[in-house]
């Protein structure tokens, strides 16, 4: 994961897919990036480089989300491809957080 950091929101940039072998160093690199820029309002995770998601990567999505939603900061998923964005309809992930 690439933290990728503007004026206006943070991308989380998922290089590689949210699978239970890759979850620690994303999740680190997430929590750091968030960390170090608590003005900015607006985190968006970019999941156009993953093409599988496993139970560990449903959690590391919620929990992020879980955790920029009580920062009182927007959260957002770009670039899913259909079968993330069907799974994330199955779990109704996206009545929470945009999804797109």
């Not at 608590?38 to 139970?55: A, G, Q, Y």
């Not at 919620?62 to 309809?89: M, P």
């Amino acid at each position: 994961m690439e933290a990728v950091i503007n004026e206006n929101n943070i991308e989380l940039v998922v290089k590689l897919n949210l699978v239970a072998s890759n979850i620690d160093a994303q999740l680190n690199t997430a929590k750091d990036a968030l960390s170090k820029n608590p003005d900015i309002n607006s985190i968006v995770l970019n999941l156009e480089n993953v093409t599988e998601i496993d139970s560990m990567g449903i959690n590391l999505v919620v929990g992020l989300y879980k955790q920029v939603h009580s920062e009182n900061r927007k959260f957002s998923v770009i670039n899913t491809s259909r079968a993330i964005l069907n799974l994330f309809n199955l779990f109704k992930l996206t009545s929470y957080f945009e999804v797109s």
